[in-house]
C-alpha cells in the first residue's frame, strides 16, 4: 500500500490525464464544423486486352496500398481542362471510421486506347455497375459521386474494391485511378468517449473526497 501522499499524487496525476482526455476530445471532436479531406490517388498503368475483365482495384483512405501520387501525363491539353493533364494528385490518408464520418465524394478514372479506336467499358464499384459507355474518341475522363451505397461501404472500413469491363473489341490502356471523399467528426462516438473520461473523472474525484 502506497504512503497517503504519494496515493494523492497518483489519483491528481489521474485526475489530470483524465481532464486532458476530456479537453482533448471536446476541441477536436467537439466542432461539427471541422472537415477533413482524404484521397487515394493511384497510377494504375495496365492494359486490359479486349473483353477482358481487371479485378484488382482498390481504393483505400486509411492506409496505403498503392502510389503515393500521380501526374496525369500524355492527355490532350485543351482550353476547358477536360482531362487534367499535367495536373499532380495525391493521397491523402489517415480515415478513423470509428471517429469520423464521410459525407461525400467522388471517383475519377482515366482510360486511352493506343490505337485511337472507340472502346467500351464498364466498372463495378463494390458490386454496383457504372457504365462508362461508349468514348468515341482516344481519351476519356470518367468521374461520379459517391452515392448512399458507397459512402456506406466507404465508411465501414475506408476501402472500396472495383473492377474494370472491357467490352471493346480492342484493348485499352487503364492509367489512373483518384478517390476523393470529405469527413467530419463523428459526433455521437466522440461524446461516448468524452463521457467515458469525464465519467472517470468525476469516479477519481468521489474516491478522493
Keep these: 500500500m502506497l504512503p497517503a501522499y504519494l496515493e494523492n499524487e497518483s489519483q491528481n496525476m489521474k ?3 483524465l481532464f486532458s482526455i476530456a479537453i482533448g476530445f471536446a476541441c477536436v471532436y467537439g466542432v461539427q464544423a ?7 490517388a493511384d ?5 486490359i486486352k479486349a473483353g477482358e475483365i481487371w479485378k484488382l482495384g482498390k481504393f483505400d483512405i486509411v492506409n496505403s496500398d498503392g502510389t503515393e501520387s500521380f501526374k496525369v501525363e500524355g492527355y490532350p491539353d485543351d482550353d476547358t481542362d477536360q482531362y487534367h493533364n499535367g495536373v499532380t494528385y495525391t493521397s491523402k490518408l489517415g480515415f478513423d471510421p470509428l471517429l469520423m464520418k464521410i459525407i461525400k465524394g467522388n471517383i475519377s478514372f482515366w482510360f486511352q486506347d493506343a490505337n485511337k479506336d ?5 466498372v463495378d464499384l463494390n458490386e454496383m455497375l457504372f457504365d462508362v459507355g461508349t468514348a468515341h474518341g482516344t481519351y476519356v475522363y470518367q468521374t461520379t459521386s459517391l452515392d448512399m451505397d458507397l459512402i456506406v461501404d466507404l465508411q465501414e472500413d475506408g476501402i472500396i474494391t472495383y473492377s474494370v469491363d472491357n467490352k471493346s473489341a480492342s484493348g485499352i490502356t487503364f492509367d489512373y ?3 476523393s471523399a470529405t469527413a467530419v467528426p463523428d459526433t455521437a462516438s466522440s461524446m461516448i468517449l468524452l463521457g467515458s473520461a469525464l465519467s472517470g473523472f468525476a469516479m477519481l474525484r468521489r474516491k478522493r473526497s
Excluded: E, Q
Aim: glycine share 4%.
Design 177 to 179: 485511378a483518384l478517390l
Design 43 to 47: 497510377s494504375i498503368g495496365v492494359d
Design 118 to 122: 472507340a472502346f467500351t467499358i464498364s
Design 34 to 40: 471541422t472537415t477533413y479531406k482524404f484521397a487515394d
Design 15 to 17: 485526475l489530470k490525464t
